[in-house]
């Protein structure tokens, strides 16, 4: 069955030090790719995707990700963080193998030290 | 310009209650998906629904929970008869078109407690 790994259940990082939120996937057909940001006690908030095309994916917020196929990843990350970056990040993957439904990593929690 | 709405935000329920989850997606949207997230896990697909038709409900419990999208009217996901086991949260989702779904909107979610 399909399933998504985010390794980090929490990555502590200074202000405007960079990050990278690890995903990885596994799959032997196409997929989709999406991080999404959840902020405390909201719903889901899609920052970016990859469906075709370039592998680096440009989202909100000053995020990109990077599809590596070889891999199976799709690693999130940003330059410089801020503290309204605190929030929890989740990586999710479709394709044919899930009938097209998303399936979830166990997300990762980005706390920002100032 | 609503985006997903759904209530209640948070629903207190006695052991062997009914709990109704309702969903109202964003305007135009007929495609709807509801899932769980468990304490410190991701979420977990449990149907899929277009206008009046179960698509795809392989994540649903095969008993005490259920799920409609009338004609008219919100998207209801029913658990019947909660177990302490139900408490999660439990948010919907809705998009324009069916998979392979690139565009899913989220709710804010509904925070079910069982006691």
């Known amino acids: 069955a399909q399933s998504v790994t985010q390794l980090d259940s929490q990555v502590p990082v200074f202000e405007e030090a960079p990050v990278e939120l690890r995903c990885n996937y596994s799959?032997?057909?196409?997929?989709?790719l999406f991080w999404y940001v959840q902020y405390p006690n909201q719903g889901l908030q899609l920052l970016l995707k990859y469906l075709s095309g370039s592998t680096l994916v440009k989202g909100i917020n000053g995020f990109e990700a990077e599809f590596n196929k070889s891999q199976t990843s799709f690693h999130l990350r940003k330059p410089s963080v801020h503290i309204s970056d605190t929030a929890e990040y989740f990586c999710?993957?479709?394709?044919?193998?899930?009938?097209?439904?998303?399936?979830w990593g166990a997300g990762t929690k980005l706390i920002i030290k100032p | 310009n609503a985006g997903v709405m759904q209530n209640p935000r948070h629903l207190v329920r006695r052991r062997g209650q009914e709990a109704r989850l309702r969903c109202s997606p964003v305007?135009?949207?007929?495609?709807v998906y509801w899932y769980r997230q468990l304490p410190e896990e991701g979420l977990k697909f449990m149907v899929y629904?277009?206008?009046?038709?179960?698509?795809?409900e392989s994540g649903m419990p095969k008993e005490r929970f259920s799920a409609e999208f009338p004609k008219e009217g919100p998207s209801i996901l029913r658990i019947q008869q909660v177990v302490r086991g139900d408490s999660a949260a439990y948010f919907c989702?809705?998009?324009?078109?069916?998979?392979?779904?690139?565009?899913?909107?989220f709710g804010q979610g509904t925070r079910l407690t069982v006691v």
């Open positions: 629904l277009q206008k009046e038709n179960i698509i795809d």
């Open positions: 305007k135009g949207h007929s495609h």
């Open positions: 999710a993957v479709s394709s044919m193998d899930s009938n097209y439904q998303l399936i």
């Open positions: 989702a809705s998009s324009p078109q069916g998979p392979p779904n690139t565009e899913a909107f």
């Open positions: 799959s032997s057909v196409s997929v989709y």
